[in-house]
């Protein structure tokens, strides 16, 4: 209850809106973050008013896909092992799961401190914690041990931007404004609650499936210095964000936030 109470505080009033640390270091509160807002109500709650159709969508790329990333990352690799002469069959992978979809967890990128020399990770979790074999502080399996379940809202921004003329490609520094996202969910008729886990389509994967060439894709993957469109990086959207309640936010850009 502690965190849930915490997530309730205006963010104009947080003491440090950069660290926002919930739950005692090395728990369980603190390795799920904001998804603590997922309660046993609020996901009952979405379930009886949302769930209307039974449709399943999925929200996975094809695991091969970026097929040429970023930061010399390794594609996919796929085995198919026969046992006893071919009566059976294992399926061996090698892979990143930086490549293809995926959700950072908290122990992906760490932060500066004001006053110290070393980057820390969420809750001040260390490099050396994060490197410890022993040490699950912060990791995946908080968030997987009852899985990520809510009511997920769509910014359909790239569709949106085509409706209104406006071209760009994803692979640049083009910003999705907050503006933008308050008038695509007004014209949709969405009202945010809190526990919403927040979805922004950009279209990098409809980029880069049909309109790409083979050449701008290893040209992607060799850039040292790439550009992402996204969500533009203001205290407004940080604000926004935290006073809306959102549990989770996810896209289908390389990066959510404009890099």
């Known amino acids: 209850m502690a965190n849930i109470r915490l997530f309730d505080i205006p963010f104009d009033e947080l003491p440090n809106p950069k660290q926002v640390w919930a739950g005692t270091p090395g728990s369980h509160e603190e390795g799920l973050g904001k998804l603590a807002i997922l309660t046993a ?121 085509e409706k209104k003329g406006i071209k760009y490609t994803t692979f640049s520094t083009h910003q999705i404004r907050l503006s933008d996202i308050l008038e695509i969910a007004q014209e949709c008729k969405i009202t945010f609650q809190k526990g919403d886990i927040l979805f922004i389509r950009i279209g990098v994967t409809k980029e880069w499936d049909t309109v790409m060439s083979d050449a701008q894709k290893r040209q992607y993957a060799d850039n040292i210095k790439p550009e992402h469109a996204g969500v533009e990086a203001t205290t407004g959207v940080l604000r926004w964000l935290w006073d809306t309640g959102f549990a989770a936010i996810a896209s289908d850009a390389i990066s959510w936030e404009v890099r």
């Open 41 to 161: 109500e609020v996901v009952a709650k979405a379930a009886s008013t949302e769930i209307k159709t039974g449709r399943r969508v999925t929200m996975s790329w094809e695991l091969t896909k970026l097929d040429y990333p970023n930061f010399n990352r390794q594609c996919t690799q796929h085995t198919i092992i026969p046992l006893l002469g071919g009566i059976a069959f294992d399926d061996i992978y090698t892979m990143n799961p930086q490549q293809c979809s995926q959700w950072d967890g908290l122990r992906h990128f760490s932060q500066t401190i004001p006053g110290q020399p070393e980057r820390v990770f969420y809750g001040g979790t260390t490099k050396e914690e994060i490197n410890d074999p022993k040490s699950d502080r912060i990791g995946l399996q908080h968030w997987a041990q009852e899985g990520i379940a809510g009511r997920g809202v769509l910014i359909d921004y790239a569709t949106w931007a």
